[in-house]
């Protein structure tokens, strides 16, 4: 699919924020003024990439923490654990 200026982008593996980023660059056009990019998931890199990417990622630790509860427990339930957007340059 084409890349259209002024259109947000989510992406969920870190494979295709690339080839989004290659894309959007290829066009002559600018992540976070005429493009905008949502990641899932944050990683060190997304904090500096392009000056930020935007992302929605949940708590790992507390995620894991859960988890090992539950399965020390033997509890088996289903959890919601809280997720968050942080707002980068990308948008």
Do not use: C, W
């Not at 870190?14 to 290829?26: A, G, P, S």
């Amino acid at each position: 699919e084409p890349i259209q200026k002024n259109e947000v982008y989510i992406n969920l593996m870190e494979d295709d924020l690339v080839t989004l980023i290659k894309r959007v660059k290829h066009m002559g056009l600018k992540v976070g003024k005429e493009v905008g990019v949502i990641s899932y998931n944050e990683t060190p890199l997304k904090e500096i990439l392009l000056d930020g990417i935007t992302i929605i990622s949940t708590d790992f630790q507390q995620l894991g923490e859960t988890a090992a509860r539950l399965i020390l427990q033997n509890e088996k339930m289903h959890i919601a654990n809280p997720f968050r957007l942080v707002v980068r340059n990308s948008l």
